[in-house]
């Protein structure tokens, strides 16, 4: 009796010790890309960003970023093709061109620049704080895998804190993340949701490129091609 109390608490202590390694692991992991997506925010200044929504019925429109120095284009397209919108961001003044099927109008708005979507690496390990940091290692669960050509770490964990939904509870199954293990960057995320009793996937891919914008990129449109929007 007592080797067999023996044994069950040695495979206790060792499930214990497994358990804090994984946790340790992924501490590890999450703070490494953390640092990477960090550094990478503090030292480019040249990025383009791209993002393309699938499957969802709320994002109709796909959208580049182009940042270099100081300014910011935004290009936004419906999928249709019917709209594409696009905003040069400078620290005081917003340019708009808008161009649909059978007008294209101009916009000019004063005010400082204040972006919905960053002009930046989406930096999905940041931990506000290090007891955020053991909850998130806790709670997620970090893979190998190998997406789009990338090797990548998949994250996922239904509790925790980096994943976050923001429509109702009930309809919320779970979500997948990729980043790339060398940088940081995300490359896709994939949310499972249960919408009026069906199951569906919200996919959203990311491409980043640095160094490679060029002041023709960052060109606006000729004016006199434009209406100017009434106001």
Avoid at 49 to 69: E, F
Avoid at 190 to 200: M, P, Q, S, Y
Avoid at 201 to 208: A, K, R, S, V
């Amino acid at each position: 009796m007592k080797k067999v109390l023996k044994l069950i608490f040695i495979m206790i202590i060792l499930l214990i010790i497994l358990y804090i390694s994984l946790v340790i692991r992924n501490v590890v992991i999450l703070t490494k890309l953390d640092n990477k997506v960090t550094e990478l925010n503090n030292t480019k200044n040249n990025i383009y960003k791209s993002i393309t929504y699938t499957g969802n019925p709320n994002m109709g429109a796909d959208l580049k970023i182009y940042k270099k120095d100081e300014v910011v284009k935004y290009v936004t397209s419906m999928k249709d093709g019917s709209v594409s919108i696009t905003e040069y961001c400078y620290p005081d003044v917003k340019r708009i061109y808008t161009v649909t099927k059978d007008d294209k109008f101009f916009d000019e708005k004063n005010e400082k620049f204040d972006p919905v979507f960053p002009a930046s690496v989406d930096n999905y390990t940041n931990c506000i704080n290090f007891y955020d940091l053991i909850l998130s290692a806790i709670h997620t669960k970090i893979k190998n895998v190998e997406i789009n050509g990338k090797k990548c770490y998949q994250l996922s964990g239904n509790n925790s804190p980096l994943f976050l939904y923001y429509g109702t509870s009930e309809e919320y199954i779970s979500m997948e993340l990729y980043l790339e293990k060398n940088t940081g960057i995300p490359v896709k995320q994939i949310e499972k949701l249960n919408i009026d009793g069906n199951n569906v996937e919200y996919i959203t891919d990311f491409e980043y490129s640095f160094d490679v914008i060029t002041d023709e990129d960052m060109k606006e449109p000729d004016k006199s091609e434009y209406r100017l929007l009434e106001k």
